[in-house]
């Protein structure tokens, strides 16, 4: 029961959180709260993108392939 209420709790206040940081940061910025919104999202997908690009690039299957190759030359 307390696990339940505890889990409530935090779904409650994290977007809560996440709205005052926002804020926050947009007010010190001296930008509309958008912006500042839009450019987070943006930032992230960036973020992801290269994440999953160097991810693959160093799968270790595909590194072991390449190895593989560049010895039997």
Do not use: Y
């Not at 339940?4 to 940081?21: C, E, K």
């Amino acid at each position: 029961m307390l696990m339940l209420s505890l889990f409530r709790l935090v779904a409650t206040v994290v977007p809560w959180v996440v709205n005052l940081a926002t804020w926050l940061l947009a007010r010190s910025l001296n930008m509309p709260e958008p912006v500042v919104h839009d450019t987070g999202v943006f930032v992230l997908v960036q973020v992801q993108t290269i994440e999953n690009w160097v991810g693959k690039a160093l799968c270790p299957m595909r590194l072991m392939r390449q190895v593989r190759s560049l010895l039997q030359r």
